[in-house]
Nanobody, 128 residues
């Protein structure tokens, strides 16, 4: 069993930055691909970014490419999402997720149902 705890959310003005962090319990964290998703009020949960277990491959939604950076530190059991140039449309609850299968297949990285463990979420609010 893996427990995920997100932190770092808050309120920021458009153009600002936030860094989200996800701390994971469990000795097998380093073997899990990890993803970040977000959900705005009245909308479905959507993919934001993902990283392979080794950190060797990164994936981003088109809407955040060039502004957000995902990274991981397997020694510390953490994954981070650096968010720059934030826009009001980035306002959402952000969730980190872990996948038991070590490898992504096709576009699995972007599909919420392909992840097995989820954090409780952290609110990000970007004001205009």
């Amino acid at each position: 069993q893996v427990q995920l705890i997100e932190s770092g959310g808050g309120m920021v003005q458009a153009g600002g930055s936030l860094r989200l962090s996800c701390a994971a319990s469990g000795r097998t964290f380093s073997s899990y691909p990890m993803g970040w998703f977000r959900q705005a009020p009245g909308k479905e949960r959507e993919f934001v970014a993902a990283i392979t277990w080794s950190g060797g491959k990164l994936y981003y939604a088109n809407s955040v490419k060039g502004r957000f950076t995902i990274s991981r530190d397997n020694a510390k059991n953490t994954v981070a999402l650096q968010m720059n140039s934030l826009k009001p449309e980035d306002t959402a609850v952000y969730y980190c997720a872990a996948r038991r299968d070590r490898y992504y297949s096709g576009s699995d990285y972007a599909i919420a149902s392909r992840y097995d463990y989820w954090g409780q979420g952290t609110q990000v609010t970007v004001s205009s």
